[in-house]
Nanobody, 123 residues
């Protein structure tokens, strides 16, 4: 059974940083590209960042480009999201997801999801 477990969320002041982690189990991790999505209250879940299976390619939403960095450790079955220069509008539940595609930005391209971790940015 595929399991994705996020951690690292919390409360941070605007301008601060957080590092989110996602631990994957129940799948051959290197066969999957990974992504981070987020969902703010009353809004649709949106793509944040994606990374190919070999970390050879990454892609970001325009809203986080230059501030967030996605990475992965295939030896440890972990994927990370380093979030810097956080803004109040980054407040959301952040989800880790896995896809069999090379890299993907749409929700329906992802086949497994974590339960999410809350990130709250205060002004």
């Amino acid at each position: 059974q595929v399991q994705l477990v996020e951690s690292g969320g919390g409360l941070v002041q605007a301008g601060g940083s957080l590092r989110l982690s996602c631990a994957a189990s129940g799948l051959t991790f290197i066969n999957y590209s990974m992504g981070w999505f987020r969902q703010a209250p009353g809004k649709e879940r949106e793509f944040v960042a994606g990374i190919a299976w070999d970390a050879g390619r990454t892609t970001y939403a325009d809203s986080v480009k230059g501030r967030f960095t996605i990475s992965r450790d295939n030896a440890k079955n972990l994927v990370y999201l380093q979030a810097d220069s956080l803004k109040v509008e980054d407040t959301a539940v952040y989800y880790c997801a896995a896809t069999g595609r090379t890299i993907a930005t749409r929700r329906n391209e992802y086949i497994a999801w974590g339960q999410g971790t809350q990130v709250t940015v205060s002004s």
